[in-house]
């Protein structure tokens, strides 16, 4: 099942909950002159999120389809909705570079590091994070105008869960990142040098609402919240790594 949901003034979002892998996963829609969907999620789940975005505006008004790197669940259908909506892919200059320039079916925005743009009232800015959450094309979306980090596979948590939450998100991802070792899902984010640099910079931006992809948007001290990640995911990989 496909849900809707709004958590902040023009901002929704979409929720598939698959039961066999306990996970959700999520796409955000921006409402505005030129709206925006941020992740695509899978092939399989195209005509669902679709009708999902239907119920608020019409699939074919989109003008951006934006991720933070090239994954199945965060641009997958990409095709799919730039044929649905004369939209462009909006995505890192290094994903356009490697993949996305020459996967889509239509036009591509390559985001440079730090860059802002407008899609009406809504300013956004895009910081370019290697390897955080993974992928040496990654990074983030932020919305400048609400306040929302839009943070893909940060703050990851398992389980059928509220669209958004107050409570901390930072014990569950590292439940999930423990329950992961010795398994095809292990280093899940890549501890590097410059973890903790990246994070700190997305908590500089002191974010009210961080919007992750897998689970609760977390409402609060969004800075707080990606310090504390920052730290919990020293220990649980930092050491790991300096030792491998």
């Known amino acids: 099942m496909t849900t809707i949901t709004a958590i902040a003034p023009d901002v929704f979002s979409i929720c598939t909950f698959v039961e066999q892998a306990d996970l959700q996963f999520r796409q955000f ?11 695509t999620g899978t092939r399989r789940m195209f005509e669902r999120v679709r009708d999902a975005v239907g119920e608020v505006i019409d699939p074919k008004s989109l003008r951006w389809i934006a991720f933070s790197h090239f994954e199945a669940d965060e641009c997958g259908a990409l095709n799919y909705w730039l044929q649905e909506a004369p939209a462009q892919a909006a995505c890192s200059a290094n994903g356009a570079l490697v993949s996305v320039a020459d996967f889509a079916f239509g036009k591509v925005r390559e985001l440079g590091d730090g860059e802002r743009f407008s899609i009406g ?4 800015r895009f910081l370019a994070t290697p390897h955080l959450p993974h992928g040496w094309d990654a990074g983030h979306l932020y919305d400048e105008t609400s306040g929302i980090l839009f943070c893909s596979d940060l703050l990851h948590q398992v389980g059928d869960v ?3 939450t107050t409570e901390s998100c930072v014990a569950p991802m ?15 984010v890549p501890w590097t040098p410059q973890t903790r640099a990246r994070l700190e910079r997305l908590a500089a931006l002191q974010p009210r609402l961080c919007a992750t992809m897998h689970g609760s948007a977390y409402v609060g001290d969004g800075a707080a919240e990606l310090r504390a990640l920052a730290t919990m995911l020293e220990e649980v990989y930092g050491a ?3 030792d491998a």
């Open 29 to 39: 829609l921006i409402l505005d002159d030129e709206p925006l969907l941020y992740h």
């Open 121 to 124: 009232s809504h300013r956004l």
């Open 162 to 164: 509220a669209a958004t």
């Open 174 to 188: 590292r439940a999930m990142l423990e329950s992961s070792r010795d398994t095809r899902a292990d280093w899940y």
């Open 240 to 242: 790991g790594q300096r």
